[in-house]
């Protein structure tokens, strides 16, 4: 009994002391951040500000207060603009007042005059609270990186909030490692800042020799200097196709050779577009048939369409409009209508590339009924059917990835719409035996790798910045999986992982692994077998698609399963 009473005061003891020193750990940790949030203040000349952190003891958060009467209006916006980027803070509220002694004096002038009519107080007091208003909206958000010949980057202006300034800042820091000088500084202001257009430009400024963009106010001004014009290409065509409407482009980007002709260069362009509006004048030859025509059309001017989606880029309306009346044009007696068939590369699940080209024929079938086409119209897609080109190269899949136009006779209209039909029939076959596998227990192997390749390899898994737990964004998919390998028997599951190219090898080869045991520790968390689990980073091996562009990139990031059965 002693003994038992002696272990349980012991225990007790041990408690308390340890609660004690997590207390007094807290309150150090605590009082460091406040520390160096007070120094950053006074480095810069303030002293009248008091930080302080939301809650108190064990219950206060990592969100920072700062608060205190600014002696006028300068000394207000002086401290919006200091950044506090490093001092372990998640969020900030600032509470700024300012002491103006010029108006409190007239209050009371007023006060003992008592010259000037009722409510004057007021509206004097209000002029207090309206020079604190303003003052928090004096400045704009606003992003200016420059990148010099050897490779430095400065990143400095205005961003409205810490997460902003955070995702920025680690963005660069992954694009341009220890090259980086950043005075990007947090403070409030009028207007937002697109994030996802600042991230897109630095990895665009990347690509380039030297160069620089400003981003603000939805206008984007990207200038720079490249060696190789197909680079400078593939920039301006990324910054085109993958910005917002929203945002206003501008753009000035020179080639090495473009920029030695700089004095001669509006001559040249003139000629082009005068012998390209002669090109366009020949197009419709009335020698050739009708599909002649169309065919000699199409090879020259592609249409686009963003990326992995059916909506048409802006840019190819103006080919569309073009086509439409070259359609419209024709006197071939035997047309009856217009087949326009859509085509991808062999990327990806094949099911996925039939229904994503039919959506891009069905889209291209309602712009041209929109435009006035005059002729029927049959859309269908043959998804990775029919390659003209070796899916083996980059080259080759982007042939594959085309929209045909034939002109047609209505035996031949008739044929596309029974097919499409048929087609309809195949789809609901394909969702009963979905259904089936559905309601199964236990699959197969094969049923296994098919649910695996429908709901989660054609999805993308997102990893928070260290890459040490998924993101709230994919965590929907990881479950997902765990009810799957739930139902696969005797299976053994192996988890890969790859990186773009950005960086160095050694450290794409660390993140990815990074990546695959982040997965792996969740499965084993949510009831997983681990000897049934493989986790493989590859880093920057085996890209699917051209790293020197945003979207190609985007795709080579990615993580995919496979199932074997266990012998």
């Not at 003891?57 to 002696?71: F, H, N, Q, S």
């Not at 004097?124 to 010099?148: C, P």
């Not at 209505?410 to 035996?433: G, M, W």
Request: with cysteine.
């Amino acid at each position: 009994m002693k003994k038992s009473l002696a272990i349980l005061a012991s225990l007790l003891l041990i408690t308390a002391l340890s609660y004690f020193c997590f207390l007094d750990k807290v309150k150090k940790i605590q009082n460091h951040i406040l520390s160096d949030v007070q120094n950053a203040y006074h480095i810069a000349g303030i002293d009248w500000i008091k930080p302080r952190l939301k809650g108190e003891g064990i219950y206060a958060t990592r969100e920072l207060i700062v608060e205190g009467d600014a002696p006028n209006k300068e000394e207000l916006q002086k401290a919006d603009k200091i950044a506090l980027f490093n001092y372990g803070i998640s969020s900030m509220q600032k509470k700024f007042n300012v002491n103006s002694t010029e108006d409190k004096k007239e209050i009371q002038s007023i006060k003992t005059a008592n010259k000037i009519p009722e409510g004057i107080e007021n509206k004097l007091e209000k002029k207090i609270t309206n020079i604190n208003r303003q003052s928090s909206k004096e400045s704009f958000s606003t992003i200016k990186v420059n990148k010099d010949k050897n490779g430095l980057v400065s990143i400095k202006g205005l961003v409205p909030n810490l997460k902003i300034q955070n995702k920025i800042i680690s963005h660069a820091k992954y694009l341009f490692k220890d090259k980086l000088n950043s005075e990007l500084t947090v403070g409030d202001s009028e207007n937002q800042i697109d994030t996802n257009s600042a991230l897109l430009a630095l990895d665009e400024l990347k690509l380039l020799d030297r160069g620089s963009f400003t981003l603000k106010n939805r206008e984007l001004s990207f200038k720079g200097e490249v060696n190789k014009t197909n680079i400078k290409d593939r920039v301006l065509a990324e910054l085109k196709n993958q910005l917002p409407k929203s945002i206003h482009l501008q753009t000035d980007i020179l080639s090495q050779k473009s920029k030695a002709k700089n004095d001669k260069i509006s001559t040249p362009i003139k000629t082009k577009i005068a012998n390209n509006s002669n090109k366009k004048e020949k197009t419709n030859d009335k020698t050739l048939s009708c599909q002649e025509n169309v065919n000699r059309f199409v090879r020259k001017n592609r249409i686009h369409f963003k990326y992995n989606s059916d909506k048409i880029n802006k840019n190819s309306f103006k080919i569309l409009d073009e086509l439409v009346t070259i359609l419209n044009s024709c006197k071939d007696k035997a047309i009856d209508g217009i087949v326009v068939s859509g085509h991808t590369d062999n990327s990806g699940n094949s099911l996925y590339n039939l229904k994503l080209s039919q959506k891009r024929a069905d889209a291209i079938k309602e712009y041209l009924n929109k435009d006035g086409l005059k002729t029927k119209i049959v859309s269908i897609g043959y998804g990775s059917k029919m390659p003209i080109a070796s899916n083996k190269t980059k080259e080759g899949r982007a042939k594959n990835r085309r929209i045909e136009f034939k002109v047609a006779d209505k035996k031949s209209l008739d044929l596309i719409k029974d097919k499409l039909k048929n087609r309809s029939i195949k789809k609901v076959e394909n969702k009963k035996v979905a259904k089936d596998i559905k309601n199964q227990n236990s699959l197969s192997i094969a049923d296994c790798q098919n649910l695996l390749d429908k709901s989660i390899n054609s999805k993308k898994i997102y990893f928070s910045l260290d890459k040490s737990k998924i993101d709230k964004e994919g965590l929907p998919i990881a479950k997902r999986l765990v009810k799957i390998l739930k139902r696969c028997k005797n299976a053994k599951l192996t988890i890969k992982s790859y990186t773009d190219s950005i960086g160095k090898k050694e450290d794409n080869l660390k993140i990815s692994q990074k990546k695959a045991d982040t997965i792996k520790r969740y499965l084993i968390n949510h009831g997983i077998n681990k000897d049934t689990i493989e986790a493989i980073g590859y880093g920057e091996r085996d890209p699917i698609a051209d790293n020197t562009t945003t979207s190609g990139r985007a795709k080579n990031r990615r993580v995919k399963f496979y199932i074997k059965e266990i012998k």
